[in-house]
């Protein structure tokens, strides 16, 4: 009978154990899904190496718009480009507008501006098609999987959309 107990007491400290690493992975797991970094706190400048935000709309006609701010040979650069055609998808073909800008200091310190106190969080892919704007932040301390953006308000979008128009002298 004894022996039964101890038994009995050594399967339910291991299945208290068996729960609290379960428990553990599973919090983690958790925990790392929500994770987010914030521009300006978690991600500094000189951290930046890519930011991406386009538009696209699978409309008739079809629509495409890329702000693209990049370094390149140890210099700041400005991509913009927009597409509109007929057809999809759009290509490159399809461009009515491309400029590549270099930028000053001044001018990439102002771009980072509209992005700090945004949010990168884990990037998820979608397959829908319509109207919809993609943001993504590149970053040297990441490894390829934590840059989808969202500006931290709805002012600061605009702005930094004013920002880019000034760029290309529209």
């Not at 400005?78 to 490159?92: G, K, M, N, V």
Request: proline content about 1%; charged content about 25%.
């Amino acid at each position: 009978m004894k022996n039964k107990r101890v038994n009995n007491m050594k399967w339910y400290v291991y299945l208290i154990c068996v729960l609290v690493v379960v428990a553990t992975l599973i919090f983690g797991v958790v925990k790392g899904m929500n994770k987010e970094y914030m521009v300006g706190k978690n991600i500094n400048l000189k951290d930046v190496s890519e930011f991406y935000y386009t538009y696209s709309a699978t409309t008739n006609p079809a629509e495409y718009e890329r702000y693209h701010f990049y370094i390149e040979n140890s210099k700041y650069m400005f991509f913009h480009q927009i597409r509109e055609a007929d057809h999809l998808p759009l290509t490159e073909e399809d461009a009515i507008e491309t400029q590549n800008i270099e930028l000053t200091d001044e001018q990439w310190q102002q771009f980072f501006s509209y992005l700090e106190g945004g949010k990168v969080t884990k990037r998820t892919e979608s397959i829908d098609t319509g109207t919809k704007t993609s943001l993504y932040l590149y970053w040297n301390k990441d490894k390829a999987k934590y840059n989808e953006f969202t500006f931290e308000t709805y002012t600061k979008n605009l702005e930094f959309k004013k920002f880019c128009n000034e760029l290309i002298g529209k």
